[in-house]
């Protein structure tokens, strides 16, 4: 069993930043598929940002050029830097990896860290 632990989230004024963290267990962390997505109250969960096993990142529409997501392997960890925060971005935010298992891939989510964005 995969532990998905999500930190960092918090309440932002409009304009702000916050780097949320997530720690995925596992010896073969890098072959991990990894990605963000988010929930409104009220919406669907949806994609915000992922991470394949080399590197390459993809990003929701809605976040590109304002949020990183970036991976250390080292530290079994991916990280989702947002700037310039709205209100909009407010929502649950669940890590997910995708990991290889007996020839098919396993999903994994976190509990979810809370992001409040607010003047």
């Known amino acids: 069993q995969v532990q998905i632990v999500e930190s960092g989230g918090g309440l932002v004024q409009p304009g702000g930043s916050l780097r949320l963290s997530c720690a995925a267990s596992g010896s073969i962390f890098s072959m991990y598929n990894l990605a963000w997505y988010r929930q409104a109250p009220g919406k669907q969960r949806e994609f915000i940002a992922d991470i394949n096993a080399g590197g390459t990142p993809s990003y929701a529409d809605s976040v590109k050029g304002r949020f990183t997501i970036t991976r250390d392997n080292t530290k079994n960890t991916v990280y989702l830097q947002m700037v310039n925060l709205k209100p909009e971005d407010t929502a649950v935010y669940y890590c997910?990896?995708?990991?290889?298992?007996?020839?098919?891939?396993?999903?994994?989510w976190g509990q979810g860290t809370q992001v409040t964005v607010s003047s």
């Open positions: 997910n990896a995708e990991i290889p298992h007996s020839g098919t891939w396993a999903a994994y």
